[in-house]
């Protein structure tokens, strides 16, 4: 369900759909100069994480180093894939703490394939989630879509995934595109 149908690069079989997104990856995303070029952002939450650390020395106080690391990994990600800085309220950093939760929870169907009827309420509630997530990243990608950035450096992963589209190297899924 949150794959996508296994439309990712991950979990999409080896066809050409596969070929096409892994040259993609490859080329458009995740090339040396693409990588480098989030460089920036990278120097700029490491050294926030530093400032929060050195100034919690300053004060003698602790530093919870697995909150500062979490959060800068969280600001990297969001940042570098599209654009946005989460923050602890963001709708982004919400949804997203609420999937992985779900990700992780017990469902008989993965241990007992024969009990899957005792996750219909989990179904339920997964199928909510989903929607929940597909709504938001439909408004990210629509917002996108009809904003345009003309500074190279803002330029994120989400921007080129939709390049790539306009220049028909791939196609998105259908259920995201609408």
């Known amino acids: 369900m949150f794959m996508y149908r296994c439309?990712?690069?991950?979990?999409?079989?080896?066809r050409n759909y596969w070929k096409q997104v892994k040259k993609v990856y490859a080329q458009e995303l995740f090339?040396?100069?693409?990588?480098?070029?989030?460089?920036?952002?990278?120097?700029?939450?490491?050294?926030?994480?530093?400032?929060?650390?050195?100034?919690?020395?300053?004060?003698?106080?602790?530093?919870?180093?697995?909150?500062l690391i979490h959060n800068a990994t969280n600001n990297l990600t969001c940042r570098c894939g599209i654009g946005?800085?989460?923050d602890g309220n963001?709708?982004?950093?919400?949804?997203?703490?609420?999937?992985?939760?779900?990700?992780?929870a017990f469902t008989y169907?993965?241990?007992?394939?024969s009990l899957?009827?005792?996750?219909?309420?989990?179904c339920f509630r997964r199928r909510r989630l989903f929607k929940k997530v597909d709504s938001?990243?439909?408004?990210?990608?629509?917002?996108?879509?009809?904003?345009?950035?003309?500074d190279e450096e803002e330029k994120d992963i989400l921007y080129h995934l939709l390049q790539a589209q306009k220049?028909?190297?791939?196609?998105?899924?259908?259920e995201i595109k609408n």
Not at 91 to 101: D, L, S, T, Y
Not at 136 to 150: E, G, N, P, T, W
């Open 7 to 14: 439309t990712d690069l991950t979990f999409v079989p080896y």
């Open 31 to 67: 090339s040396v100069n693409k990588v480098n070029s989030f460089r920036h952002i990278s120097e700029e939450e490491m050294a926030l994480m530093i400032e929060k650390i050195t100034s919690s020395c300053l004060l003698q106080t602790p530093a919870d180093l697995t909150s």
């Open 84 to 86: 946005i800085k989460r």
């Open 90 to 104: 963001s709708r982004f950093g919400e949804v997203a703490k609420v999937v992985v939760i779900e990700l992780g």
């Open 109 to 113: 169907r993965d241990i007992f394939p």
């Open 116 to 122: 899957w009827w005792m996750d219909v309420p989990t």
């Open 136 to 150: 938001y990243l439909k408004q990210l990608i629509h917002d996108r879509v009809y904003q345009s950035k003309a």
């Open 167 to 174: 220049g028909k190297k791939f196609d998105l899924s259908k």
